[in-house]
């Protein structure tokens, strides 16, 4: 599965959006892009994912270059309860699902 | 919403002991997987199951075990719980099927191992 490149760290003011970004230029053609993220001292949690249309879903949107070289997770209202930590993950749909890398992530923090 | 649910919220142990971590879903999923997490290192895979009695290795399973005997419950076990051992460990499980494999997470079990 390709790597993923995030930003440490992120700020975001309550009620805005946050754009999150991730660069996946060694992403393969059969590879999906997921986004999941975790709450201080709780489990991940899925967000969305997406192979080459943008995606829109209850959550987020997320929406990926033509050359799928790179994708940026928005939550277009941000609030205070979406402070974690943002992993961006690629790989091949239907491929061993217990080898996700999720990596270092963002880490977002929402401010009133 | 997909229940996972881990027995145990925090647990210190003491070194040599054997410890059970139990994990329970309640959405009829056939895939289970343990993991653990360690600041600086994200989340490694140390078994996953794909089905009843059925029990694959992942990236780091020396020094524990697992047992799948319903298909709702997953448990890890550490055979001889050792100071290394201490970590946050996270059960999930997921529907198996292609276009829509999303990874459920229970809240993790913060061991201690003393």
């Known amino acids: 599965d390709a790597k993923t490149t995030q930003p440490t760290s992120m700020d975001c003011a309550e009620g805005r959006a946050a754009n999150l970004p991730c660069n996946h230029s060694t992403i393969s053609g059969n590879e999906y892009v997921y986004w999941y993220r975790q709450i201080h001292s709780q489990g991940p949690q899925y967000i969305i994912h997406?192979?080459?249309n943008n995606e829109t879903n209850e959550m987020a949107s997320l929406i990926i270059t033509e050359d799928r070289k790179s994708s940026t997770l928005i939550l277009p209202h941000a609030t205070l309860r979406d402070t974690a930590v943002y992993y961006c993950?690629?790989?091949?749909?239907?491929?061993?699902?217990?080898?996700?890398?999720f990596g270092k992530g963002t880490k977002l923090s929402v401010k009133p | 919403d997909v229940k996972v649910t881990q027995s145990s919220r925090y647990l210190v142990k003491r070194t040599g002991e054997k410890v059970f971590l139990e994990c329970v879903q309640d959405m009829d999923h056939e895939n289970m997987f343990w993991y653990r997490q360690d600041p600086g290192l994200g989340l490694r895979l140390i078994y996953f199951s794909y089905d009843v009695k059925m029990k694959e290795k992942g990236d780091i399973p020396e020094g524990y075990s697992v047992s799948r005997e319903k298909k709702e419950r997953f448990s890890l076990i550490l055979e001889s719980a050792s100071t290394n051992q201490t970590s946050m460990y996270l059960c999930a499980s997921s529907i198996s099927g292609t276009g829509n494999e999303k990874l459920f997470f229970g809240s993790g079990t913060q061991l201690s191992v003393l």
């Open positions: 997406g192979l080459k």
């Open positions: 993950i690629v790989r091949v749909d239907g491929g061993s699902q217990g080898n996700l890398i």
